[in-house]
């Protein structure tokens, strides 16, 4: 079969993916997306690199240590978390939370966000699927539901600050998102470790998240690997609504800045920016306190929402990030969080989310569809609005 002629299949990558070259630039402009608004650095450019605060960088060195740990493990040691919760007489890959693999090329553990009570109240067929790995010093999920915590509320931010600028309602961004009970300065009390399970006040009691944390661990370069893809991950773009990637000690993100029209090699510029700053000097992770922020699919939601009344409509239009991750010598681990919407409040998009609604509207009664929503609260303006001329025009026919 000729190549032009070959049909393609379901994990193919098109030969062009990945293969635009990356330009080549300072490494003082992260100095200038430092000093960039985030807000405006999103909306240019579809992405903006933050400095995270010491507290969420030194939970994320810890958490490094243990995902190192946990993937070191033989197979067996991993494979125990590797639940396959929808159809296993199938071998469907479709997992709420949990290990898997795509073999040569990377295994991850994905996480959500468990709130209190969740696992003593969940139904049999989920009372094991939300559990962590015991390894290094047992808080596996209590450090990576704290970065969780830290990268979900950045991210509301961010979100919020893009929605002001556009003259949207900063409330649009709750709308469609998980619901958040509370938020705790120190973190440290956020979570609750216990064995393999680990709880947060930060989603409410029997509440699961619909964001996750992606914890990936790219295996080193190889012929097998090379034999299949050209890259760890060719060009795409994310679901969801954002998604951060914390720097990775092997540098492998490449950004598309939507305001340069050109390939970034993110990471290693950052790496080369401390380089010549002489910060790697004082510590040799110090690229860990650093992120990158992008927008993902879901912004849709966001073009759609309500401006607000009386203010000028700007027409701006966020788009998706394109990104990718280089096929790098060495073996990678890479923690990326994933901020995805609820889908009782949006739409389901994967399988797990029919899944995870079936969960949430236990605890979510009041929610509603955002589209519903902004619709009915467009409704009430509009009412109200037509009852105050009413009455106005009441009055002054009164007195005449």
């Avoid at 300065?185 to 509440?207: C, H, I, K, L, W």
């Avoid at 989310?353 to 009664?365: E, F, G, M, R």
């Avoid at 929503?373 to 002054?396: D, R």
Wanted: charged content about 25%; aromatic content about 12%.
């Amino acid at each position: 079969m000729s190549a032009s002629s070959k049909r393609f299949e379901l994990g193919d990558q098109p030969e062009w993916a990945g293969k635009e070259p990356n330009v080549d630039v300072p490494a003082s402009f992260i100095d200038e997306l430092l000093q960039e608004s985030n807000a405006e650095s999103l909306l240019t450019r579809g992405y903006c690199v933050v400095k995270l605060d010491a507290q969420t960088t030194a939970y994320y060195s810890l958490f490094h240590g243990l995902i190192e740990e946990f993937f070191a493990l033989k197979a067996a040691g991993k494979e125990k978390y590797a639940l396959l919760q929808f159809e296993p007489s199938n071998n469907s890959p479709n997992q709420c939370h949990g290990y898997s693999k795509v073999s040569t090329l990377k295994e991850q553990f994905m996480m959500r966000c468990i709130g209190r009570n969740t696992q003593s109240n969940a139904a049999d067929n989920y009372k094991d699927a939300f559990t962590f790995p015991v390894c290094g010093d047992g808080n596996f999920g209590k450090y990576g539901m704290q970065i969780y915590q830290a990268l979900d509320l950045k991210c509301r931010q961010f979100a919020k600050e893009a929605m002001a600028i556009m003259c949207k309602s900063e409330k649009v961004v709750d709308d469609i998102l998980d619901p958040v009970n509370e938020v705790r300065t120190d973190m440290d009390e956020n979570v609750v470790q216990n064995g393999r399970y680990a709880y947060s006040s930060f989603m409410p009691n029997d509440y699961i998240s619909s964001s996750i944390m992606d914890n990936f661990h790219y295996y080193s370069a190889s012929h097998e690997k090379h034999e299949r893809f050209f890259n760890n991950h060719a060009s795409h773009t994310d679901s969801g609504l954002m998604t951060v990637v914390i720097i990775t000690d092997e540098p492998g993100l490449e950004i598309f800045d939507q305001k340069r029209n050109e390939w970034i090699a993110i990471e290693r510029l950052m790496q080369t920016y401390l380089k010549e700053d002489g910060a790697y000097e004082k510590d040799a992770f110090c690229h860990r306190g650093y992120a990158t922020f992008f927008w993902s699919d879901s912004v849709e939601y966001l073009n759609k929402a309500p401006f607000v009344a009386g203010k000028k409509a700007n027409a701006m239009e966020i788009k998706p990030l394109f990104h990718r991750v280089a096929n790098c010598q060495n073996e990678r681990y890479s923690v990326v969080f994933k901020q995805r919407t609820a889908p009782l409040r949006t739409h389901c998009r994967y399988q797990e989310d029919y899944i995870l609604a079936s969960l949430q509207q236990k605890v979510d009664t009041e929610s509603k569809n955002a589209f519903a929503l902004w619709k009915e609260q467009k409704k009430a303006k509009t009412n109200g609005s037509l009852w105050l001329y009413a009455t106005i025009l009441f009055v002054v026919v009164s007195v005449v």
